[in-house]
């Protein structure tokens, strides 16, 4: 029988060591970097009826991010961005939809998230970009936002600047 068996506490400690590390690039100047992986965000609320007509732009930022920033999203200077279209879904299946999303895109700079206008809601509020607005403003990756431009989706989208998650070591 040998002795130096490894269990299980251990092999999850070699894993999630392992799985967070970021490859050192031999030919620039920089340091190595370690990860800090975010779990996907579940602390949000639901909102039940619309409050922010379709054709509104929303914007929202947290102490701190520079007016160049916002201009940069609100003129659409963002390309190759990740994207996700919520039309057809519910405020509580765009929820979910979005929370696996930043999670999966957390290394991002910019997100780019589709709503649409919500011209089938009634009295002309849209429950879905309510719903978005709310979903961002809560969540702790989430740094600003801005409606796209005409482009990019116009009212019916925004970009969203999503926080830094390398920490040099």
Known sequence: MCMNQINDKDRQLFRNTIDTQVPIDKDSVSCACKIE???????????????????????????????????????????????????????????KALSEFIYNEQFEQFIRIIHGKGYRSDNKMSVLKTQVVN?????????????????????GAVFALLKNNKVNK
């Open 135 to 155: 979903f961002l403003k809560q969540h702790p990756q989430i740094l600003a936002f801005h409606s796209c431009p005409i482009k990019d989706g116009g009212t």
């Open 37 to 95: 992986k975010k779990l996907p965000f579940t602390g949000y609320s639901h909102i039940i009826n619309g409050t922010i007509a379709g054709e509104k732009i929303v914007s929202h930022a947290k102490s701190g991010i520079s007016r160049k920033i916002i201009n940069k999203m609100k003129r659409g200077n963002i390309n190759n961005v990740p994207e996700l279209d919520l039309h057809g879904y519910t405020a509580e299946q765009a929820c």
